[in-house]
């Protein structure tokens, strides 16, 4: 139902419908659906302009998906991390995110993240400049 009220832009449903699996995914534990659902509340509030909330959130996301292993998931948190920092203005952090997340893409062989994440830090003005492409 989460993704439904995503997908209707009902903001504030979507907030609920996350919160409730979060909770539930929290007691399980469950800690890869947990960083998912972070990651979901992370966009609502990215969408609605709350940055630090959602940094803060992602962040979380990420921590918890460290120990986990799922190298996929933790591509994905990292990637959505970076793009986060870089809306934020916080381009030392969505670097490092982002390199990371290209990183373990590349190790993963996924041409599609590698390609997604390569066209993020190429978007960023600070890396175009260490790299000397500005």
């Not at 903001?11 to 539930?24: D, G, K, V």
């Not at 534990?29 to 959130?57: F, G, M, Q, T």
């Not at 990420?62 to 870089?86: C, E, F, K, Q, W």
């Amino acid at each position: 139902m989460a993704r439904v009220a995503e997908a209707r832009e009902n903001w504030p449903e979507a907030r609920q419908y996350h919160e409730e699996s979060l909770a539930i995914f929290r007691e399980l534990p469950d800690p890869v659906s947990v960083a998912w659902s972070l990651e979901a509340l992370a966009r609502i509030d990215w969408h609605d302009k709350r940055l630090a909330p959602a940094r803060a959130l992602i962040e979380e996301a990420v921590s918890t998906l460290r120990p986990v292993g799922s190298r996929v998931d933790l591509a994905r948190v990292l990637a959505t991390a970076g793009r986060l920092a870089a809306t934020a203005g916080d381009l030392t952090v969505a670097q490092a995110r982002l390199e990371e997340s290209l990183a373990i893409a590349q190790a993963l062989n996924d041409p599609t993240a590698t390609a997604q994440v390569r066209r993020d830090l190429a978007g960023l003005p600070a890396t175009q400049v260490q790299r000397g492409e500005a």
